[in-house]
């Protein structure tokens, strides 16, 4: 039942960095496995990366590997994605996705927010 929003998509150049964030409405949201996907025009959604409840283990798919980082903040319940050196490819709408219970999968969620647009221009 946790409603996440996203925040901090904007338009940057090659090269440059954005920060996005998960603001989650309940305390729930920390009990699960979080995670950030991207939809690029017409592309299926894709796993980006994803954090533990503890923030000790994380993924990342290869394409933004040494790239993104994912992180959380507990006491804000707030998940971010610290994105530098963009490149076009990486342009999508951004969501941000939650469990209710375990899963198997790394790349399994329950609910979604609304997404956040990050364009990249060459």
């Known amino acids: 039942q946790v409603q996440l929003v996203e925040s901090g998509g904007g338009l940057v150049q090659t090269g440059g960095s954005l920060r996005l964030s998960c603001a989650a409405s309940g305390r729930a949201f920390s009990s699960y496995r979080t995670a950030w996907f991207r939809q690029a025009p017409g592309k299926e959604r894709e796993f980006v990366a994803t954090?533990?409840?503890?923030?000790?283990?994380?993924y990342y798919t290869d394409s933004v590997k040494g790239r993104f980082t994912i992180s959380r903040d507990s006491a804000k319940n707030t998940v971010y994605l610290q994105m530098n050196s963009l490149k076009p490819e990486d342009t999508a709408v951004y969501y941000c996705?939650?469990?209710?219970?375990?899963?198997?999968?790394?790349?399994?969620?329950?609910?979604w927010g609304q997404g956040t647009q990050v364009t990249v221009s060459s």
């Open positions: 954090i533990s409840p503890s923030g000790g283990s994380t």
């Open positions: 996705a939650g469990r209710t219970s375990f899963k198997a999968r790394l790349d399994e969620y329950d609910y």
